[in-house]
């Protein structure tokens, strides 16, 4: 094998590699080898066929798989010879012309990781702001459990629905005077106002009382998810069969009973411990941020420019999602076009940050064990079909750059807490509005959000104050592996909601591609029901 260094600018080379044609036919000698046990034909006893039959048979098979691996081991061997740390997979061309026989002359262009001096830890002082969970915390949360579990009670026949309430009804849909499949189902229940089903049809059932039959008309979203809908005109005729009216829900021990609980004390029990998770990890954000923002500011170098681009159209791909369940779609896309440099900006930040959490942690040793790994493993699978979970554990395990994107997260993790560790930490005690308060003020001033910095908030600058949709529910900590959610009473209506079906990663990995046997998820059995939102 022959190189030659053609590009050596920045982060980028590229080498011209020439692979001769003795090699790549004693590659094929060993491919007729390999295979000459298995061959079978006609006048010759199993594994004696001659090597040039087999050579006349299989040549241009065996003369692909040769250059194949011959491509692979000199990649390999140019990486090891130039002791090169490629960003992403190297882009690797073979030259016009090649015909059999000749020597195979390759183009390998990649971008190599910065070479990034161990970074100090020295020095770093986080302040650690804490809420203790009281009693007036964990009652709050009991009082929020009970809004959400919404109960019914029947009311008067005479009752006309309206919004709030809930109608208990038989349906029947056509298209065109065609049924469709999933289009009839009975003893439905709807809470008029809800949005559970498509546009439209729970405002046609406002002020319909017991027995009364209606026609609803509709137009299914051109998002529908079954095909033949998209976009169509249907009808569905409707019996309603009771009217139901929200029923308080008084906080004591039937209704701790009615949760599968001994008493009230015991969901207070509970919810304490929930209360403590919540506010562990918006303790845990802040810290977290702080860390980062030291990180970021005490080092400075160049990036690969392809992992900041392949950041940066993750970051955009989930804003411009955003961007269509906006009131007006293209008013917030061209808001957010105008931006576009600050979200570079800010992959830019978390490409950096996770590289320099892993120079951190391979300097300092830390790992992720193989039970940890199988531990993700088996969580990942638990997002597929159980007769798909198999299929996506084997992908795993066999597909390293799978494994490593999926084993990011954790890892990035168990640095930061090394961190905590070796940093001077002060504490003090605050409320829960401080907290929130604190957090919020890091995205109002500009706080660009790094690797895993907390899931689901890579926010950009805010240069605008109103969001134009409410916030998110203040997420819980639910696993020790998952990353902190920030709260945002009003959440910038352009975040970059960098979500992903494991927490957020260092942005030095990509996400774990899905398992290639998984299949997808059937569509909705009752086509009265809207399309879910994007996630």
Not at 138 to 153: L, N, P, T
Not at 245 to 267: N, R, T, Y
Not at 354 to 379: D, N, P, T, Y
Request: aromatic letters at 4%; one cysteine or more; charged letters at 35%.
């Amino acid at each position: 094998m022959k190189t030659v260094e053609t590009l050596n600018e920045g982060l980028k080379r590229e080498y011209r590699v020439t692979i001769t044609a003795k090699d790549i036919d004693a590659r094929v000698d060993d491919e007729v080898k390999s295979i000459a046990p298995t061959v079978r034909m006609p006048g010759f006893r199993p594994g004696k066929v001659p090597p040039n039959l087999i050579r006349k048979m299989h040549g241009a098979a065996l003369s692909a798989d040769a250059l194949n691996k011959a491509i692979d081991q000199s990649v390999r061997d140019l990486m090891t010879k130039e002791k090169l740390r490629p960003a992403l997979q190297p882009a690797v061309t073979l030259g016009d012309g090649y015909e059999a026989g000749k020597d195979a002359e390759l183009t390998v262009a990649l971008e190599v990781l910065p070479d990034i001096e161990t970074p100090s830890i020295d020095g770093l002082k986080l302040e650690r702001l804490t809420v203790p969970a009281d009693d007036k915390a964990v009652m709050a949360k009991i009082e929020e459990f009970a809004a959400q579990m919404k109960r019914f009670e029947e009311a008067p026949k005479t009752k006309k629905a309206a919004s709030g309430d809930q109608v208990i009804i038989d349906f029947a849909g056509s298209v065109d005077g065609v049924a469709f499949d999933g289009g009839t189902g009975e003893d439905m229940a709807v809470e008029i106002g809800s949005g559970q089903l498509i546009p439209g049809f729970e405002d046609q059932l406002v002020g319909a009382k017991v027995g009364d039959e209606k026609t609803v008309k509709v137009t299914f979203p051109d998002e529908y998810p079954v095909e033949n809908l998209k976009g169509a005109k249907a009808e569905f005729a409707v019996t309603v069969k009771e009217v139901k009216v929200p029923a308080a829900s008084k906080i004591d021990d039937e209704f701790a009973k009615s949760l599968g609980l001994e008493s009230l004390d015991k969901l207070k029990e509970l919810m304490k411990d929930q209360v403590e998770q919540e506010l562990n990890g918006l303790t845990r954000t802040y810290m977290k941020r702080k860390l980062l923002d030291q990180l970021a500011a005490a080092h400075d170098f160049d990036v690969p420019p392809t992992m900041v681009e392949a950041e940066f159209g993750q970051i955009w791909q989930q804003l411009e999602q955003e961007v269509e369940r906006e009131d007006d779609p293209a008013a917030a896309k061209a808001e957010l076009e105008a931006d576009r440099d600050d979200y570079h900006a800010i992959a830019v930040r978390r490409v950096r940050l996770g590289l320099l959490l892993s120079e951190i942690g391979q300097a300092h040793g830390v790992q992720v064990s193989q039970q940890e790994m199988q531990r993700l493993i088996m969580q990942a699978a638990q997002q597929y079909r159980p007769e798909d979970r198999g299929r996506f554990m084997e992908y795993v395990q066999q597909d390293a750059l799978a494994a490593a994107q999926l084993r990011a997260p954790l890892y990035e993790d168990k640095v930061v807490d090394f961190l905590f560790e070796k940093a001077e930490i002060s504490d003090r005690e605050v409320t829960r509005e401080d907290l929130e308060a604190a957090i919020e003020a890091d995205d109002d001033s500009g706080h660009v959000h790094g690797p895993g910095c907390g899931h689901d908030h890579d926010h950009k600058p805010a240069k605008k104050a109103a969001a134009k949709k409410p916030a998110a529910k203040k997420a819980e900590v639910k696993e020790e592996a998952k990353a902190e959610e920030a709260p945002a009473k009003k959440a910038p209506a352009k975040k970059a909601a960098a979500k992903a079906e494991t927490e957020e990663k260092p942005a030095a990995a990509k996400k774990a591609a899905p398992a290639k046997a998984a299949a997808e998820k059937p569509a909705a059995k009752a086509p009265a029901k809207k399309a879910a939102a994007k996630k």
